[in-house]
């Protein structure tokens, strides 16, 4: 366990051998970049930056075994052994029999989705992640959101706000059985902010789609740090190993889909892995199609071994408990200093409720946005807005807002220390202290989707 018991010190439970520069940049060179980036954090060279909040995707610190592991990779174009590895390592946590690389998450969805969806599906699930949604959509079918109503409420305690509303589901799969080519689950829950989904809740959505005989498959990007909240929180769960709690995860399901880029430990890298062969000769021909030998996947064999090393790495628990306790720290010391944030903190970020701590600054006006320039002014910290930026919308000359302004701070793993934290915090204390001097911004362009990319704004004088 990490440290001792009763310790209030949060350590890494690792050592550091190769260190990267933290920027450290005048007020001025940030003032300078915000300008000419639009006030658009996306668009600010990540030079510029100190802590980079932005995304827990992609910006993992690898281990010296990981390391090593890639240097011993076997680059054949086919049948490399890096592969075999990587397959035995995803065969004996997972209980399934096919293994699929793939560069990414995005890259698995569309291979699946583009094999069992035709126009008109439907496919439920507790919240689909944004690229889970769009190849759905792409393909012409409805990605359906069954969370429980908790898991929609940002005030709401609830210790499993991922689980899907059982009796929805239930009523859904009975009412569109015939539409329904494959129901999903996403662990932990990204939409909603990180929340875990809980064993029994599992084995209920497991049943439901069984009784349908609706193939389950698992959305498993956070399914490492699902667990670690199963074995803290759920009852009976303490004492067994995070291990064996995610080999029953997988044993529920009939595959999953993963981006490698979150608990897998690495930079790039994705996979489909599945129980039964129907689907696996039409994958296995797109595949070859758009990403590359099945042994390969559009990777580099060495990308494959450091997928193999870090899914195990990622499962150990001196580092899932350290992880946690990091946004959980996060979020309780934000609280006291008086930045409210959404509960209990997810395992990957902190969601900070900026309507509540900016309520002069009206939608319209972006308090989220107003948040994430001035955490970047002040100390080059950069989170992102998931607000009326990204969901709000003029109908009719009138402004309707997204349903939460929210700033999410995403932790990268293994990346920043205790320290860098504290450090953060303290900056946040000195932007709490002269809240008031905050003011909204003017967007100065509507770009027709995914707005947030590429939005422009001006600054609106006190
Ligand atoms: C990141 C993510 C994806 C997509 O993965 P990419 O590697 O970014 O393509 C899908 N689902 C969830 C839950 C994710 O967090």
Redesign the pocket.
């Known amino acids: 366990m990490n440290s001792r018991p009763g310790r209030r010190t949060i350590i890494e439970p690792f050592k550091i051998k190769m260190v990267e520069p933290l920027r450290m940049h005048s007020r001025d060179v940030r003032e300078a970049a915000l300008r000419q980036s639009g006030y658009n954090l996306f668009q600010v060279p990540s030079e510029t930056v100190t802590f980079d909040f932005l995304t827990d995707?992609?910006t993992t610190a690898m281990s010296s075994n990981q390391w090593a592991a890639m240097m011993q990779s076997d680059e054949s174009y086919a049948g490399s052994r890096s592969f075999f590895r990587f397959e035995k390592v995803l065969q004996d946590l997972t209980g399934y029999s096919h293994v699929i690389p793939t560069h990414?998450?995005?890259?698995s969805?569309r291979l699946l989705f583009g094999v069992v969806i035709q126009p008109g599906m439907k496919v439920p699930s507790n919240n689909h992640?944004d690229?889970?949604r769009a190849n759905i959509v792409h393909l012409g079918g409805e990605a359906v959101d069954l969370v429980i109503p908790e898991g929609r409420d940002p005030t709401s305690l609830h210790p499993f706000k991922g689980n899907v509303d059982l009796a929805q589901l239930e009523a859904f799969c009975a009412q569109h059985r015939d539409h329904i080519p494959l129901g999903m689950m996403?662990v932990t829950n990204?939409?909603g902010g990180g929340q875990p989904v809980s064993l029994e809740n599992l084995r209920g959505a497991s049943a439901i789609f069984r009784k349908y005989g609706i193939p389950f498959i698992l959305?498993a990007?956070?399914f490492a740090e699902n667990c670690w909240f199963i074995k803290l929180r759920e009852e009976g769960q303490q004492h067994r190993p995070v291990l064996d709690i995610a080999r029953e995860l997988f044993s529920l399901a009939d595959g999953a889909?993963m981006?490698a880029?979150?608990d897998a430990l690495v930079n790039i890298g994705?996979f489909i892995v599945l129980k039964s062969g129907e689907w696996v000769e039409k994958l296995r021909a797109s595949l070859i199609l758009t990403e590359g030998f099945p042994t390969y996947g559009g990777l580099a064999a060495r990308d494959i071994e450091a997928m193999a090393v870090g899914l195990l790495e990622g499962l150990d628990e001196d580092y899932l408990a350290y992880r946690v306790a990091t946004s959980r720290y996060m979020a309780e010391r934000l609280e006291k200093i008086g930045v409210p944030v959404v509960q209990p903190p997810g395992g990957h970020a902190v969601f900070i409720d900026a309507k509540r701590f900016l309520p002069w600054i009206p939608s319209h006006q972006f308090p989220g946005q107003s948040l994430v320039v001035e955490l970047f002014l002040h100390d080059g910290v950069r989170t992102c807005e998931i607000g009326s930026v990204v969901g709000g919308k003029w109908v009719e000359g009138t402004f309707v807002p997204a349903p939460m302004e929210l700033v999410r701070l995403a932790f990268p793993r293994r990346c920043y220390t205790q320290s860098h934290f504290d450090y953060v915090l303290e900056g946040m204390e000195e932007i709490v202290g002269r809240k008031d001097q905050l003011r909204g911004l003017r967007l100065l362009n509507d770009p027709p989707v995914l707005r947030q990319f590429t939005a422009r704004f001006e600054p609106l004088e006190p």
Do not use: H, L, P, V
């Open positions: 995707s992609g990414q998450g995005r890259a969805e992640f690229t889970t996403t990204n939409s959305d990007c956070r889909m981006s880029k979150k994705g």
